[in-house]
């Protein structure tokens, strides 16, 4: 029987940072051109005032202190509030590309491999650049990786179910070594004149190399227990920004063209999904919640990290048990909860058990049960 082990792994962090004061600065900025704009019509009622945001509802809310972005001036200009990021030639690599090749070189370096030892690219994210050429085949051309590579999205569940979709490819012998690569450009379709959402996404790509357990050294990365995928249809996270959008003029430009959500919804509908994904997991691998050493979850909402860690613990879980980006990264879509597993790894030894669990649009769920060889 063929075993799948993660062997390696990469991360690609933009250089500019936003913290929350500077993000407030220019949401507040906005408001007050936009509330000055239009006082007539918000005298006459016929326009609701917008009001102003603050760090401190930001970090109480989310727990998040600052992302990383692609651009950040684009972003902090009050009469633009978007990133500039320009287009780029067809014979220039995408910007996708550049980030999700930095990341797989780090990961190829950790597993001591290189691009010659891989037989795939799954590119797994929130939001793609383009339709087609798949990014992924572009990444992999740069690389100077032989065989296959394709593209999917299933939100920020994208990377797990791509991990999944790479066990599977390792297991059945249709490749011996797949690289599964998420850059996710958050930035690009965040709304950051909503209040409710401004503060929420950052920029990075991660990058994990998934090979056979017979082509590692002894003891080296994590062995795949287990993977566990649910969806579930739900409206209460949505972006229709897509390609039948110039069909119908009247759409173009309304803020449903980038990320809306209805947040308590998501939070009292989602947790408790995950929770269970996660314990009904472990009951099929005869695990109980205590043999896990580590939890690296989605990284969205702080209050919402402790709440699913408490209901499949029976207890609140310390920083080490599951451990905190938010503060650094924001949420960064799929690549949320391979960065908390790529940065809060090291310390475990032979045998420690873990689960990478994300969860989001779908409603999406993609939880894996790892083991330190």
């Excluded at 972005?69 to 067809?90: A, F, H, Q, S, W």
């Excluded at 990075?204 to 990365?221: F, H, P, W, Y």
């Excluded at 009292?268 to 997991?281: C, D, G, M």
């Excluded at 499949?312 to 048990?321: F, I, Y």
Aim: glycine share 8%; net charge negative; charged share 25%.
């Amino acid at each position: 029987m063929i075993k799948a082990v993660i062997s390696g792994t990469g991360l690609y962090t933009p250089p500019a940072t936003i913290d929350n004061d500077e993000l407030v600065e220019a949401f507040n900025q906005y408001v007050e051109l936009f509330n000055a704009e239009n006082a007539d019509a918000i005298a006459s009622g016929d326009v609701t005032p917008l009001q102003p945001s603050s760090s401190s509802f930001i970090e109480k809310a989310s727990g998040i202190k600052r992302r990383h972005v692609i651009d950040k001036d684009g972003i902090l200009d009050p009469k633009r509030m978007k990133p500039y990021i320009p287009e780029r030639g067809n014979e220039e690599p995408s910007v996708q590309c550049d980030m999700a090749v930095a990341a797989c070189r780090e990961a190829l370096e950790q597993a001591g491999k290189s691009a010659q030892d891989v037989d795939a690219v799954i590119v797994a994210c929130s939001n793609l650049q383009r339709a087609y050429p798949a990014v992924s085949i572009e990444v992999q051309e740069a690389l100077g990786i032989e065989g296959f590579a394709y593209d999917m999205n299933v939100a920020c569940s994208s990377a797990t179910f791509g991990l999944q979709a790479a066990v599977n490819s390792v297991e059945n012998g249709s490749a011996r070594s797949v690289l599964v690569v998420s850059p996710e450009i958050c930035s690009g379709h965040l709304n950051f004149r909503d209040r409710d959402s401004h503060f929420i996404f950052g920029d990075a790509c991660t990058a994990i190399l998934v090979e056979r357990e017979e082509d590692t050294s002894k003891g080296q990365g994590f062995e795949i227990l287990g993977t566990s995928l649910k969806t579930k249809f739900s409206n209460n996270i949505r972006n229709n920004f897509g390609f039948l959008n110039r069909a119908d003029d009247s759409g173009v430009g309304k803020p449903d063209k980038l990320f809306v959500q209805q947040g308590r919804k998501v939070f009292k509908e989602v947790s408790p999904l995950v929770a269970e994904t996660i314990q009904k997991q472990l009951q099929s691998l005869s695990l109980a919640p205590d043999d896990l050493r580590r939890m690296w979850l989605h990284q969205a909402n702080l209050n919402m990290n402790q709440l699913i860690a408490r209901k499949v613990l029976g207890r609140d879980a310390t920083e080490e048990e599951a451990p905190v980006i938010l503060d650094e990264y924001a949420n960064t879509s799929s690549a949320g909860s391979i960065i908390a597993f790529h940065k809060h790894k090291g310390d475990l030894v032979s045998g420690d058990l873990g689960v990478i669990c994300s969860f989001g649009a779908g409603y999406s769920i993609g939880s894996v049960v790892v083991r330190r060889r």
